[in-house]
């Protein structure tokens, strides 16, 4: 059994995001979120970067995110404070 390190609560989500690029948004599947950050999983040949903007569902204003860790396909976020 794997023990729950977070100190927030975590939502389990599974709802169709995007991760926003430069050249377009590109589907993902939000595995869950939590007010601190995010699991999403890719496709299998989409590149993301360090860091990028993740909009969680359709329509949604994207916030700004960190990469924690690559797993494969999966991949942990921390959502950076948004400026202004």
């Given amino acids: 059994m794997t023990e729950n390190r977070r100190s927030v609560?975590?939502?389990?989500?599974?709802?169709?995001?995007?991760?926003?690029?430069?050249?377009?948004?590109?589907?993902?599947?939000?595995?869950?979120?939590?007010?601190t950050g995010a699991q999403i999983e890719v496709e299998g040949d989409q590149v993301v970067p360090a860091t990028f903007l993740l909009r969680?569902?359709?329509?949604?204003?994207?916030?700004?995110?960190a990469v924690a860790w690559r797993r494969g396909r999966r991949i942990g976020l921390t959502f950076?404070?948004?400026?202004?």
């Avoid at 975590?10 to 939000?30: D, M, P, Q, Y």
């Avoid at 969680?56 to 995110?65: K, Q, S, T």
């Fill in 9 to 35: 609560f975590r939502k389990n989500a599974f709802t169709i995001g995007s991760v926003v690029l430069a050249h377009g948004e590109a589907g993902c599947l939000v595995w869950d979120v939590t007010e």
């Fill in 56 to 65: 969680l569902i359709e329509g949604a204003e994207p916030r700004p995110a």
């Fill in 80 to 84: 950076e404070p948004v400026e202004g």
